[in-house]
């Protein structure tokens, strides 16, 4: 290795290194704020092309494609939410009673604990603003006081078209409509990180660099009587990739599509169909008629018949949905949903096998092809029609999205056209209408779009004319990879930069070995292409960068001391191609934790090794990952500890939840607007302050990971949870400088998202990585009547670039019934889905207004919902604790979240630990966040086959899942508890000596290692079943749940048994006593 020094900026002249054009800027495109040319849609050429109905928006709202104007035609004034005229007292909330500090509106009491209780700013509610699109303001404004980051943005009408300033902030993880927040002062576009010095000087040109031009849109043929396409082998405009939940199957599934470019228009169609032949127009009334029973169904390979009634019309959407159907399946489903049940005294309600989600009440032809809950569900299932409807319900109307899950079978499209509402910019799907063979009509917005000629031909079943059997019209998820008109610049490379601390308290904890060594095994499999770019940065009191230049014979490390005003040194050579520079990234990662492991520097300069990399990554955008294990002290972003571990337990508030500096909240929403992420692993021993560090990923769309008290040798089992974590983290697939936007049918309405993002205009998110692990919420209101809808739809679509460079387009559209009466919204509540909805809803209000104010608004979630139910839909009154039998569990899952570490109070809590888990409840998929809401647990010692699985011949037990309590656990047993991204085996002391040797492998109790993490593999009946039933939980999930086996003097036995929920502690009610404080509530 060899050392080069740079005690000061600029650079002495002992460096060798080119240290010139350093006072130049660092040959970065200038900042270019938030505007990403890949995001922007191309110009679209006049005419009647069929993706040119909407005129050319401005960049920060055209992708996935132009904004859509969800309802209210260009022009028409924004409509307002309910429940946004609320005057902004929020702070001062009574006590937990009944309707008062609800998360819901109340029609009577338009009080300021309605929904919208986000991120505001302190003041009167203005009007709204004029337009409903967020734009940037073309100049600097001052940065708003204290809370800059918390302001909402200056609203402006939609004019703003050319790449200017950074958009300011809309939000953030909880974001409220525009419509709802007064226009206030944005933040300074720019953030000068060095007070008197130009940031970054201008752009090099005006516009987007030469590379960067807009590819011209194709000239299709679209609209116009062109010729079908041709013949194509089977499959190859879409291909169904099966492959078992393995991230890297689907990645090289990437690798081997064939992108299908338009068919050459001279070729005859399939089924020698006259060229330009018209469709026959249709009787009336055709749209709404069934397939006449009598008409024998058209062969996919016969000619193309031109009698109207033989249009096999699809079997699906809402056009066919008739009112009685739906009234009939409506009534079929209610009985088991809505049958009463009296809490008090039916003891255990939980489910023997795992919960299922409601299914919709929609007719059978439209829910098997509906999305699949595991990635898109709502709170609700059957919509309510009014907004006043869901008032009464008293339960919250949200979505819950796991939008980038692995997917074991996800059919993939590479097609010209991408078919999509002229309108609203829907992309077709399963629950369009087609009028006739030549017209389909939007479930978003309804307006009737043509199908281009494109489409007409099925790749799947390689036959013409019938566009409804596409397979985008076929699959709720799908995948497109978008063509050229979808980017405006090349897609850019996977790129990677690795951020260590390397100050002595870090490597005090060994961790530098952990991330070489997992790197060195993993390199490999990093997602990617011959493109990929790599590059690493290490920092005490200084920041050491490392040129890797290919040809090198080792790798140089270039120290920069001046850490008030970071620069790169040899900005050429710090970040290098994976493939021509592998040996000397090789030799890095193996001489690494070496280098420093005698370094007595204490400080660490975090904010300005962020700041590099920044500036390193700027001009690609990418992944930095970064390594830290203290507070950081010193430069930018230095803070000092908050946390006063004597208040933890007696403290009647938490206080330091919000962060205590703008710096790492500013400098994420810089590298979100450069397609930065930012991944945080946190490796402390002591206070870290997760909330001020935390921002640099929230705002970024990374994720933060935390490692209490961690290190290599005294900490074995957090050691191997980070190895694990590791490894799923660098080869686990990725997707690129994304945008999300969620559309909904005409008349719904999102307001507030949770999750790690940026929100770029009203409904559009940006996420300059997205992984299959993150989650996403959002908040829902009815903005007008549905009722002349039978069904709404929601739409997500995720643009993102893939590791292989191709910009793809996942969508997913899920359909939902629309109700008028309150015991079908209750009959298809979700009792998951909206804990899952409030337990977000309640981390932003801990933040926003206090623990406590969360903490009874939970409360009164519970005592709203089961009030409302027992008034307006019970019709017999009876004695008792009563619930629909579907939100049985409701009550519980609040009470866990109660005394889940986020909310709990009473009990001595680490604030980074608190801060942690409230990450984790804002950023996960549901079915990860509900096993750490509430863990399952199971009896181990008596496993039987009785009811067990078969899978792949494997034999997979299913004990019964038994209720949080101490009550169910005996000392002659051993329990298994599943809490997600741990499991835990607790062993009693009287254990049955049986599982003791068939199982555990040792004698006897006392010979019972105490950190003991594997199960031993024993050729044993007992030990095979074990193994067969944990590895089975463990595949339920693409991380790896580490097995800690606890006897009862170990020190994990507390975290344990903090997990049974239902009992009472010190501080907390138990789950009966809660019951009756939530029956007192509701008689009141
Ligand atoms: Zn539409």
Redesign the pocket.
């Known amino acids: 290795m060899t050392l080069y020094k740079h005690p000061s900026n600029p650079g002495p002249s002992q460096n060798p290194f080119p240290m010139q054009q350093v006072s130049q800027g660092y040959s970065m495109p200038g900042q270019l704020g938030y505007h990403n040319p890949v995001l922007a849609k191309a110009p679209m050429p006049p005419g009647p092309v069929l993706y040119n109905a909407v005129p050319p928006a401005s960049p920060y709202q055209s992708a996935p494609g132009p904004h859509m104007p969800v309802r209210p035609p260009v022009g028409a004034p924004p409509p307002m939410q309910p429940g946004q005229t609320i005057p902004a007292s929020q702070n001062s909330v009574p006590p937990p009673t009944a309707s008062t500090n609800s998360y819901y509106p109340d029609a009577q009491n338009p009080s300021p604990s309605s929904w919208n209780y986000g991120v505001r700013p302190p003041m009167g509610m203005g009007t709204p603003p004029p337009g409903n699109h967020v734009t940037s303001s073309p100049s600097p404004v001052p940065n708003p006081p204290s809370q800059g980051f918390s302001a909402a943005p200056t609203l402006t009408p939609n004019t703003a078209t050319t790449p200017g300033p950074p958009l300011p902030p809309s939000s953030y993880n909880s974001w409220t409509q525009p419509g709802s927040v007064p226009p206030m002062n944005a933040m300074s576009p720019q953030t000068p990180y060095q007070p008197g010095r130009p940031p970054y000087g201008p752009p090099p040109t005006a516009g987007p660099p030469p590379g960067m031009r807009p590819t011209p849109p194709p000239t299709g043929p679209h609209g116009t009587a062109t010729p079908p396409p041709p013949m194509a082998p089977q499959n190859e405009g879409v291909r169904q990739t099966h492959t078992p939940t393995n991230s890297q199957a689907l990645n090289s599934s990437e690798a081997g599509g064939r992108i299908i470019t338009d068919p050459p228009s001279s070729q005859p169609g399939p089924v020698g169909r006259p060229i330009g032949h018209g469709y026959p127009s249709l009787p009336p009334g055709y749209q709404n008629m069934a397939q006449p029973p009598n008409v024998p169904p058209m062969h996919p390979t016969q000619p193309y018949s031109s009698g109207p009634a033989a249009y096999p019309q699809p079997p699906m959407g809402a056009a066919q949905l008739s009112p009685s159907m739906a009234a009939m399946s409506m009534q079929a489903q209610t009985p088991d949903s809505l049958r009463v049940v009296n809490l008090l005294q039916e003891r255990n309600l939980l489910p023997p096998t795992p919960y299922q989600p409601p299914t919709p009440c929609l007719p059978q032809d439209l829910q098997r092809v509906n999305c699949s809950p595991d990635v898109f569900c709502s709170t609700l299932t059957s919509i309510p029609q009014t907004q006043a409807l869901l008032n009464k319900a008293k339960l919250p109307l949200g979505l819950l999205l796991h939008p980038f899950k692995d997917l074991s079978q996800l059919p993939v499209v590479t097609s010209s056209t991408i078919v999509r ?1 002229r ?2 910019r ?1 992309y077709i799907n399963p629950f369009v209408s087609f009028l006739d063979q030549r017209r389909w009509k ?1 479930n ?2 309804y ?1 009737v779009n043509d199908v281009p000629e494109e489409f007409m031909y099925n790749p799947v079943s390689r036959s013409y004319g019938e566009p409804h059997k596409r397979p985008e019209v076929q699959n709720a998820t799908i995948e497109f990879i978008a063509p050229s008109e979808y980017m405006l610049r090349p897609p850019q490379p996977a790129v990677y930069l690795f951020v260590l601390d390397v100050s002595h308290n870090a490597m005090q904890t060994g961790y530098v070995d952990v991330v070489c060594q997992s790197l060195l095994e993993n390199l490999n499999s990093l997602p990617g292409d011959t493109r990929t770019k790599i590059g690493f940065i290490t920092f005490d009191s200084t920041i050491h960068f490392y040129n890797l230049q290919e040809g090198l014979s080792q790798p140089q490390m270039l120290i920069v001391s001046d850490i008030e005003d970071i620069f790169l040194p040899t900005p050429d050579s710090l970040l290098v191609n994976f493939n021509e520079s592998k040996e000397l990234v090789g030799d890095l990662l193996k001489s690494l934790p070496q280098m420093f492991s005698k370094t007595m520097e204490t400080q660490s300069a975090l904010g300005p090794a962020l700041q590099a990399a920044f500036k390193l990554l700027s001009p690609t955008g990418g992944r930095v990952s970064v390594f830290q294990s203290q507070l950081p002290t010193m430069g930018v972003g230095a803070l000092k500890s908050r946390e006063d571990p004597n208040q933890r337990a007696s403290a009647k508030e938490i206080q330091h939840l919000s962060p205590a500096t703008d710096f790492y909240k500013k400098l994420a929403l810089d590298c979100s607007g450069q397609q930065v992420a930012v991944d945080l692993f946190m490796l402390t021993s002591q206070y870290c302050d997760l909330a001020s560090l935390g921002c640099i990923s929230r705002y970024s769309a990374g994720t933060v990971y935390y490692y209490p008290s961690y290190h290599n040798e005294h900490n074995p089992a957090q050691t191997e949870r980070f190895q694990k974590d590791l490894k799923r983290y660098l080869t686990r697939k990725i997707g690129f400088e994304a945008v999300m936007r969620i559309r909904c049918t005409k008349g719904l309405s999102i307001h507030t998202f949770h999750g790690n993002f940026f929100v770029r205009s009203t409904d559009l998110l940006s996420l300059p990585n997205v992984n299959p692990d993150a989650g996403f919420a959002v908040q829902m209101s009815i903005e007008e009547n549905l009722v002349d809808m039978q069904v709404v739809s929601f739409q997500a679509a995720l643009l993102y670039t893939s590791s292989k460079g191709e910009r793809r387009i996942r969508v997913h559209t899920m359909c939902l019934p629309v109700v008028n009466s309150l015991s079908d919204i209750f009959a298809g509540a979700d009792v998951q889905a909206i804990t899952g909805l409030l337990a977000s809803m309640a981390v932003d209000r801990s933040v926003t207004a206090s623990l406590s104010d969360a903490r009874d608004a939970m409360t009164n979630a519970v005592i709203d919902s089961l009030s409302s139910y027992r008034t307006s839909v019970l019709t017999i009154q009876q004695p008792g604790l009563l619930s629909p039998n579907c939100l049985r569990l409701f009550p519980l899952y609040i009470l866990a979240l109660l005394k889940q570490r986020a909310f709990r109070t009473g009990t001595s809590t680490r604030l980074d630990d608190r801060v942690f888990a409230m990450c984790q409840l804002k950023s996960q998929p549901l079915a990860y966040l509900m096993l750490m809401i509430h863990p399952a647990l199971y009896r181990l010692d008596d496993l039987t086959d009785e009811g067990a699985l078969n899978v792949n011949d494997r034999t997979i037990p299913q004990p019964r899942v038994l209720q949080l309590s101490v009550e169910k656990l005996s000392r002659e047993g051993a329990f298994l508890m599943d809490a997600g991204s741990v499991i835990y085996l607790w062993v009693g002391k009287s254990c049955n000596p049986q599982f003791l040797t068939q199982v555990l492998g040792v004698p006897n109790y006392p010979a019972l290692p105490q950190n003991l993490t594997q199960l031993p593999e024993l050729d044993t009946a007992e030990s095979t079943r074990t193994r067969a039933f944990v590895g089975w939980l463990r595949e339920q999930r693409p991380f790896y749940p580490l097995l800690h086996v606890i006897k009862d003097e170990s020190q994990l036995k507390a975290n344990f048994m903090q997990n049974m929920v239902e009992d009472r502690t010190e501080s907390a009610l138990s789950y009966y006593e809660f019951l009756l404080h939530v029956q007192q509530q509701i008689s009141k």
């Open positions: 509402c309108s609203c829907t939007c978003l917005c307006r």
